[in-house]
């Protein structure tokens, strides 16, 4: 089964990000995701005996919740040729944190992942129409929305018709402590 771990974006934020995405259709061609997660570790295909030692192993890592907050947008690989465009997420450091600590936990059991950046896609990019307007959108400042991350999924990915569907297979809770 393919799995991935992922912290969502509580979803009465959907509709901020769905009216980015409906701005970006206006100049570009693309699939936009129906859901908004921050992946914060793609496993890949796993058999059942692979995923019962990582839920165990996840059950151990301990990370304060905390507070995030919407960024700048961007493309990857750049602004001038875009393949996926996405809106960042902070605090970086934290954010960057609780992932290492997924990799670490897992190392022996799924592929390191060597560069991470905060994001959440809002479109795969099959065209452009105009270059430069989708520059100057994309350097204009966004709202800065924050949220509570108080937990982190264990996700499989299902394709079903045209996109996949998330079914979550277990939560684990991050630490209640001061928020930061």
Known sequence: MR???????????????????????KNC???????????????????EKKLDIIQK??????????????SN???????SSPRV?????EPYK???ELQQKIEQTLNYYSKFSERFHPHI??????????????????QT???QYSFQVSYFTLYQSKPSDKKHIYIPLQTYKLENKANI
């Open 57 to 70: 192993e996840l059950n151990l890592i301990e990370h304060k919740s905390f507070k995030a907050q919407f």
């Open 3 to 25: 799995c991935f771990i992922a912290f969502d974006i509580p979803e009465k934020y959907y509709n901020y990000l769905q009216d980015i995405q409906n701005q970006l259709k």
């Open 29 to 47: 061609k693309g699939t936009t995701p129906y859901s908004f997660h921050l992946t914060l570790k793609f496993l890949g295909n796993i058999n």
């Open 94 to 96: 934290i954010i960057q």
């Open 73 to 79: 947008l961007g493309a990857f690989p750049s602004i």
């Open 141 to 143: 400042k966004q709202e």
């Open 121 to 138: 896609t809002l479109m795969r990019v099959k065209n452009v129409e105009n270059k430069a307007k989708l520059k100057e959108f994309l």
């Open 85 to 89: 465009i996405w809106i960042g997420l």
